[in-house]
C-alpha cells in the first residue's frame, strides 16, 4: 500500500533526505516514515498473520499443527492494524458513504469467492444452502443450530466486524475525542478480557452464541490501532534496517504461543501493538517476497476455510489442503491485482 499525499514528484527527494537523517542516527516519528514511504513491513505482517489463521485451521481439521495452536489472536492483529492504517492513511477525512463503498468494493469479491467456494463444498456433499449463501454474500450473520455465524465460510464472521468498525470509524469514531477513544478501548478491552478469563478469544465473534461479544473484540483491536495512530506523531523510535530478524518473534508472538488461553487478552493488548509499531517503523524494504506476502495475506484469509473443507471431503491430507489453499489464493490474488489495475479509485490496504 502507498500512502498517497500531495509530495507528487518530490516524494523521492524527499525520503532520500529522511532516509539520510536515519543514516545519521536522527529519529522520525512514525508519521514522518508513514507518510512517504510504503509500509511493506505491515504488509508482510499481514500475509504472516494469514499463514497463523491458516495454521489454526489445519491443526483444527487435520490436527499435528498445534504450534498454531493460538493463530486465532491473528484476527485481532487484522483489527488493529485495519484502524492503524486506514486512520493514518484518511487522516480524519472520511466521507462516509465513498469510504464505505470503496471498502466493500476492495473486500466483496475475494469474499464472494470464498461464499461460492462453500456454497459449492456443501452442494456436493448434498447440502444446499442457499439462504446463507445471499446471507454471507450480504455480510449478513444467518444463525443456525450448528452455531456458527457464516456457515459457508466461517472467516466472514471477522469481515463483518471490520465492516462494522470502518463504519463506525467514519461515522463516530474519527470525530471523537482522543480521551474518549481511550475510555472506550478501556471497556472494550475489560469485556475481552472478562471473556478471556472464562473461554478462549477463539469463539469470541465467531460463534452464534458469542457473536455479538465480537463488538468488544473488534472494538478493542480497531480502537487501539486508531490510538496507535493518533499517538504515532510521539513514538520516536530508532530505525530497524528492514527488520527481518523481527519476523521470528511476530511468527512465535502469533502462532507459537503457548501461554494458556486466559492470557489471550494480555496478548493482544501488548504483543500486537508492539509489532505493528516496529514494523510501521522498519526501513529499506525492498525483498519481493514480503510484498507477496502482503498481496495472498486476504485471499487466504478469505478462501482457505471452503477449500480446506472441500479437501477433508476428497480425503486429502493436511499438506495437500495447505498446498491447495496457497495455489488457489495466488490465484485470486493474481486476478484482483489484475482488475485493481483497470480501476481508477484505489483504497488502503485491506487489514484481512
Given at each position: 500500500?502507498?500512502?498517497?499525499?500531495?509530495?507528487?514528484?518530490?516524494?523521492?527527494?524527499?525520503?532520500?533526505?529522511?532516509?539520510?537523517?536515519?543514516?545519521?542516527?536522527?529519529?522520525?516519528?512514525?508519521?514522518?516514515?508513514?507518510?512517504?514511504?510504503?509500509?511493506?513491513?505491515?504488509?508482510?505482517?499481514?500475509?504472516?498473520?494469514?499463514?497463523?489463521?491458516?495454521?489454526?485451521?489445519?491443526?483444527?481439521?487435520?490436527?499435528?499443527?498445534?504450534?498454531?495452536?493460538?493463530?486465532?489472536?491473528?484476527?485481532?492483529?487484522f483489527f488493529m492494524l485495519s484502524g492503524f492504517v486506514l486512520d493514518m492513511a484518511y487522516a480524519g477525512h472520511m466521507e462516509f458513504r465513498r469510504f464505505i463503498v470503496a471498502r466493500i468494493k476492495r473486500v466483496w469479491p475475494t469474499m464472494a469467492v470464498g461464499a461460492m467456494l462453500g456454497f459449492i463444498v456443501f452442494a456436493v456433499q448434498g447440502v444446499v444452502l442457499p439462504l446463507n449463501l445471499v446471507a454471507t454474500l450480504l455480510f449478513l450473520p444467518l444463525f443456525t443450530p450448528i452455531d456458527v455465524a457464516f456457515v459457508l465460510n466461517r472467516c466472514a464472521w471477522s469481515i463483518f466486524f471490520e465492516l462494522v468498525a470502518n463504519g463506525a470509524h467514519a461515522l463516530v469514531f474519527r470525530r471523537l475525542s482522543t480521551i474518549i477513544l481511550v475510555a472506550l478501548t478501556v471497556a472494550c478491552f475489560a469485556v475481552v478480557a472478562a471473556l478471556s478469563a472464562k473461554t478462549s478469544l477463539e469463539v469470541v465473534g465467531a460463534r452464534s452464541n458469542s457473536f455479538f461479544y465480537g463488538f468488544a473484540r473488534v472494538g478493542f483491536s480497531y480502537l487501539g490501532g486508531i490510538l496507535l495512530s493518533r499517538f504515532s506523531s510521539d513514538l520516536r523510535i530508532p530505525a530497524v534496517q528492514g527488520g527481518l530478524f523481527i519476523f521470528p518473534a511476530v511468527v512465535i508472538a502469533l502462532a507459537l504461543c503457548s501461554a494458556p488461553s486466559v492470557f489471550?487478552?494480555?496478548?493482544?493488548?501488548?504483543?500486537?501493538?508492539?509489532?505493528?509499531?516496529?514494523?510501521?517503523?522498519?526501513?529499506?524494504?525492498?525483498?519481493?517476497?514480503?510484498?507477496?506476502?502482503?498481496?495472498?495475506?486476504?485471499?487466504?484469509?478469505?478462501?482457505?476455510?471452503?477449500?480446506?473443507?472441500?479437501?477433508?471431503?476428497?480425503?486429502?491430507?493436511?499438506?495437500?489442503?495447505?498446498?491447495?489453499?496457497?495455489?488457489?489464493?495466488?490465484?485470486?490474488?493474481?486476478?484482483s491485482a489484475r482488475l485493481a489495475q483497470r480501476s481508477d479509485h484505489r483504497v488502503p490496504l485491506e487489514s484481512t
Open positions: 500500500m502507498i500512502l498517497e499525499g500531495h509530495q507528487g514528484e518530490a516524494w523521492l527527494n524527499e525520503t532520500d533526505r529522511k532516509n539520510l537523517q536515519l543514516e545519521n542516527n536522527e529519529q522520525l516519528s512514525l508519521t514522518e516514515v508513514m507518510n512517504d514511504q510504503r509500509m511493506i513491513g505491515l504488509d508482510a505482517l499481514r500475509g504472516i498473520a494469514a499463514f497463523a489463521v491458516l495454521g489454526f485451521h489445519v491443526d483444527a481439521k487435520f490436527g499435528g499443527f498445534e504450534a498454531f495452536a493460538r493463530g486465532y489472536l491473528a484476527v485481532d492483529l489471550d487478552a494480555a496478548v493482544v493488548a501488548s504483543i500486537n501493538p508492539l509489532v505493528i509499531v516496529i514494523l510501521a517503523r522498519s526501513k529499506d524494504w525492498s525483498n519481493a517476497a514480503l510484498s507477496a506476502l502482503g498481496q495472498i495475506s486476504f485471499p487466504l484469509y478469505a478462501v482457505h476455510y471452503p477449500i480446506l473443507q472441500g479437501c477433508i471431503a476428497l480425503g486429502w491430507n493436511a499438506y495437500q489442503a495447505m498446498a491447495a489453499s496457497l495455489v488457489f489464493a495466488a490465484c485470486v490474488a493474481y486476478f
